[in-house]
């Protein structure tokens, strides 16, 4: 891995139907004694996108290159990914995923990516 270029992901198939992107904007709130409320966002990236990504069925191939690509990162390099209702691709990190063997030698990849907005390019 290289530290002066991010990756792009490339997997085998897009994610199945079902994945889910979540907002959680941070915001810094100041309540006042009167019932006055007073709210900001929590800085220039306040609202950090997450999603539960899902490959169903995946030959031990497809598998490996989601797993390698993923323990490469460690948990912590970000890399690029465009999922296919953003209109580009965005930086990501995943920390975690899981796998399950769905029948035979078929896999299931479901993996949590976080917006990464950190100022490596």
Known sequence: MSSFMIATFTPPDNPSPGTTETHEPKVIRADFG?????????????????????????????????????????????????????????????????ETLVVGSYHRINATFRESFTLAV
């Open 34 to 98: 009167d019932g006055y409320t007073q709210a900001a966002p929590a800085g220039l990236n306040s609202d950090r996108a997450e999603i539960e990504a899902t490959w169903e069925i995946l030959t031990p191939p497809e598998r490996d290159q989601l797993v390698a690509f993923f323990t490469e990162r460690g948990g912590f390099a970000p890399f690029y990914y465009r999922f296919p209702w953003h209109a580009e691709a965005r930086k990501w990190t995943v920390e975690r995923w899981s």
